[in-house]
């Protein structure tokens, strides 16, 4: 260990140090020991077993990064995600995918890159409607042939697998009415079948005033409305209200309205006792609705005129995570010394409920009352806690990013909820409010579709919204720029008469482009002589092929070298040397040394520039070896055998 650094990559000075003994599997002993000259501890160089894994990866139908992933060397030695960037291949459907982490300069204790794999598991399907979201659409003449997603609630299936089959005569609905879809997908290797029921209504134009009309009564006293009359003037020109389809709703848990009578379109209200009631009328058309309330007060107090008491409360009033309240005055006109009441009920399908907060999206109605010891005033308002507008934005780390860079951004939205990026239809990625930034792979995206092509690409992000705040998008937009590749020469064997070198690409393709993109088997380039040596490449053609070949730049550079090596030869391994045969001589007492022709090709070599010749064997009747050993642009021997007869 080194010190309180606890061996930390980095540079320590000369000094005394503790050392631990590490005996039989235990730190027995630390001991002080001493260290000079100065040293340095390297950063460790990322291997797979670092990196740990934690997540169980189940199929979503988006590309899948981990968010539960450490790299790791000991207990101490641990890298946060703060530390190291991932970029995920083939890691969208079930089975083998890989993930390859990069470490930033910044980390303590590992540099480099590595990859692991793991398996993404098939995923158990399952298809729900959002409990605070439900689909119920308005007229509008258009067939409706799908439930947005943001209706739905969905587990180990993507949007644009589901099928959707509508029950009834075919065709798709459009008009207003009851339907029912069912919403399926089949069995495949990502996940399994599943399918939902959902019931929804087509409905018209919904008509709710937010003024409730208060009526003051006297005991025994009767009021009469024609409900008729009142409906038919919020229908647009053409309907006519069938009374019939005129009703009274009780209150949840409660009876109907007492002293409250709707007969053929004429609502009658009488009472002989006192009493502060609503009734609720509605109608539901063919195409539009209306919803009516009344206030009936039936009591011995003298009615004060309306406007007595003054209050101001919007029909919508966009949610804001406060409890909001309203404030009533009196006009100038009224008496004082009264008393106030307030009261606020929440609606629903089924009635009424009192409550004291006004927080939560939702139908609500306020009652204020203000009675002095003769007389009375009242006023009622109906009025909505509506989602309120999203304001998201996403800011990209850059503008102008490279073919297979990761392309970063911030996301800001007002509530939780998910948030996906998309570049037209296609879903690059999908993340949460609380996660800080989306890593868009701009290379092989849904189903191994290039999604990011070079140029100028626009993406859009998408807030789904929750019950509080509205869905909302917002776009960004950045260009990719070709991915450069570094062309080099090969170095190669002498070839007689040949001044032309193949290229290679050294470095640049991305490893999921192997089999899309290659350098053309015929690029090549020009050197100024086919001899041994170093040389500059000029002259040089070269061209990329395959379909993702557009995504690339080749770079050639201006003083590219190759060497030319000697070309290596030997009796097993001639190449297009060849010695000619030697015709048979005759003893005469002195050593032979026959001429040799010696060619590359059809090209004779040169006597003591290409090669020199040794003899052995050649003073006696026999066969004779003549070795040639090769130099200049060639390397290595050959032998020649060759027979002495007898005189």
């Given at each position: 260990g080194a010190g309180s650094n606890d061996c930390l990559p980095g540079t320590y000075q000369a000094g005394l140090y503790p050392i631990k003994a590490f005996i039989s599997n235990t730190w027995q002993k630390t001991y002080e020991g001493s260290c000079n000259p100065a040293f340095t501890i390297l950063k460790a160089p990322l291997r797979p077993e670092h990196i740990q894994l934690t997540d169980t990866p189940v199929y979503t139908g988006i590309p899948y990064i981990p968010e539960n992933i450490k790299v790791?060397?000991?207990?101490?030695?641990?890298?946060?995600?703060?530390?190291?960037?991932?970029?995920?291949?083939?890691?969208?459907?079930a089975g083998t995918a890989y993930i390859t982490v990069k470490m930033k300069d910044s980390a303590k204790y590992f540099s480099g890159e590595a990859t692991i794999s793991f398996e993404i598991q098939k995923a158990t399907a399952s298809i729900d409607t959002q409990p605070n979201d439900p689909f119920n659409p308005s007229y509008n003449g258009q067939e409706i042939k799908s439930i947005p997603r943001a209706h739905l609630k969905l587990s180990g299936v993507a949007y644009d697998e589901l099928q959707f089959s509508f029950g009834g005569t075919g065709g798709y609905p459009k008009e207003v009415g009851q339907y029912q879809v069912t919403i399926s997908v089949p069995d495949t290797s990502n996940h399994t079948a599943a399918s939902k029921s959902?019931?929804?209504?087509?409905?018209?134009?919904?008509?709710?005033?937010?003024?409730?009309?208060?009526?003051v009564l006297k005991p025994n006293e009767t009021h009469t409305i024609n409900l008729a009359a009142v409906v038919q003037s919020y229908l647009p020109q053409g309907q006519t209200v069938d009374v019939?389809?005129?009703?009274?709703?009780?209150?949840?848990?409660?009876?109907?309205?007492?002293?409250?009578?709707?007969?053929?379109?004429?609502?009658?209200?009488?009472?002989?006792?006192?009493?502060?009631?609503?009734?609720?009328?509605?109608?539901?058309?063919?195409?539009?609705?209306?919803?009516?309330?009344?206030?009936?007060?039936?009591?011995?107090l003298t009615p004060?005129?309306?406007?007595?008491?003054?209050?101001?409360?919007?029909?919508?009033?966009?949610?804001?995570?406060?409890?909001?309240?309203?404030?009533?005055?009196?006009a100038a006109s009224a008496p004082t010394g009264g008393t106030w009441a307030y009261k606020y009920e929440r609606g629903s399908s089924s009635g009424w409920n009192e409550t004291t907060t006004i927080t939560e999206i939702g139908y609500y109605r306020v009652v204020i009352t203000y009675t002095t010891t003769d007389s009375i005033a009242t006023f009622s308002r109906i009025f909505s806690i509506v989602p309120a507008a999203s304001q998201i934005t996403a800011t990209p780390e850059k503008t102008e990013y490279t073919y297979g860079d990761d392309i970063r951004c911030t996301v800001t939205v007002p509530g939780d909820g998910s948030v996906a990026l998309y570049r037209g239809d296609v879903m690059l990625t999908s993340i949460w409010k609380d996660a800080p930034h989306s890593n868009v792979q701009p290379h092989y995206g849904t189903a191994g579709q290039n999604v990011l092509p070079v140029g100028e690409q626009t993406i859009q992000v998408e807030y789904g919204g929750n019950s509080n705040y509205k869905a909302a998008s917002s776009t960004f937009t950045i260009s990719l720029a070709q991915r450069t590749v570094a062309v080099t020469a090969v170095n190669r064997p002498y070839a007689i008469g040949s001044t032309t070198v193949p290229l290679v690409v050294a470095t640049g393709f991305l490893a999921e482009d192997s089999g899309k993109v290659a350098l053309n088997g015929t690029s090549t380039g020009t050197i100024s002589s086919p001899n041994v040596g170093t040389y500059t490449v000029t002259a040089i053609s070269a061209t990329l092929t395959g379909e993702q070949g557009k995504y690339y730049q080749l770079v050639l550079p201006a003083d590219l070298k190759v060497t030319i090596t000697q070309q290596?030869?030997?009796?097993?391994a001639p190449n297009a040397v060849t010695i000619a045969d030697i015709a048979a001589l005759t003893y005469n007492g002195s050593a032979q040394a026959p001429t040799l022709t010696v060619k590359d090709g059809g090209t004779a070599l040169v006597l003591d520039t290409d090669y020199t010749v040794a003899y052995s064997g050649n003073t006696a009747v026999g066969t004779a070896t003549a070795t040639v050993t090769f130099k200049g642009n060639y390397s290595g021997e050959m032998t020649k055998n060759f027979t002495i007869g007898k005189a």
């Open positions: 790791q060397l000991t207990d101490k030695a641990v890298e946060g995600s703060d530390y190291f960037d991932m970029v995920g291949i083939d890691n969208i459907n959902v019931s929804f209504r087509i409905s018209g134009p919904h008509h709710r005033p937010a003024e409730i009309p208060v009526i019939s389809k005129l009703s009274i709703k009780a209150n949840q848990g409660q009876p109907l309205p007492e002293g409250a009578n709707l007969s053929n379109g004429t609502l009658t209200y009488s009472l002989d006792k006192a009493a502060d009631t609503h009734v609720w009328i509605t109608y539901e058309g063919s195409l539009d609705s209306v919803e009516l309330v009344y206030r009936f007060v039936v009591t011995g004060l005129p309306e406007g007595t008491i003054v209050a101001t409360v919007p029909k919508d009033i966009p949610y804001t995570g406060n409890p909001y309240t309203v404030t009533a005055t009196l290596a030869l030997s009796n097993a």
